[in-house]
């Protein structure tokens, strides 16, 4: 288990400690998913549960999740895509054009499902799959979102 914050580290070593399956064997490092800690070809399995899509260069962070992995090593992740928080980008970029006449971005891009198989061959995985699944969360106000983020 890697994660940048060492109190996520700590946090997910308590969880581990009630865990029944000993045969499992868990490490905890605390690192950067875009320069992986680990030597090449060390993992069996390479699990990112919503953290490639805020790195700055995720095909290199898929290359490096790729080269952790043992031989017919498996890859799993979760990402969130680009229809994720639509309606707030677009609200986003009207009121600052109203506001300001121009637009920057506030929210980080968010690949595409089309790109996600594309960037999984390139980093050199082998029979990528791809899969999306859609939650619709509806909030009564501005605020509640913002809370919820």
């Known amino acids: 288990m890697m994660d940048m914050s060492l109190d996520m580290v700590k946090l997910c070593k308590e969880f581990e ?3 029944t399956d000993e045969n ?3 490490s905890f490092v605390v690192g950067d998913e875009e320069f992986l800690p680990v030597r090449e070809s060390s993992l069996d399995l390479v699990i ?3 953290g490639l899509h805020w790195t700055n260069d ?3 962070a898929m290359i490096q999740c790729r080269l952790a992995l043992k031989p017919d ?4 992740a979760a990402i969130l895509g ?3 928080l639509k309606e707030l980008r677009i609200a986003c970029t009207v009121a600052q054009m109203e506001r300001e006449g121009g637009i920057s971005p506030r ?3 968010l690949a595409q499902v089309r790109d996600a198989g594309n960037l999984l061959t390139r980093a ?11 939650y619709t969360v509806k909030y009564e106000n501005a605020l509640q979102l913002i809370e919820h983020l």
């Not at 050199?124 to 859609?134: K, N, Q, R, S, Y």
């Open 17 to 19: 400690k009630d865990m």
């Open 24 to 26: 499992i064997e868990t």
């Open 48 to 50: 990112s549960c919503l």
């Open 58 to 60: 995720l095909p290199g």
């Open 73 to 76: 090593g498996l890859f799993l």
């Open 82 to 84: 680009g229809e994720t």
């Open 107 to 109: 929210l980080s891009p």
């Open 124 to 134: 050199g995985f082998t029979l990528p799959g791809v899969d999306v699944d859609e």
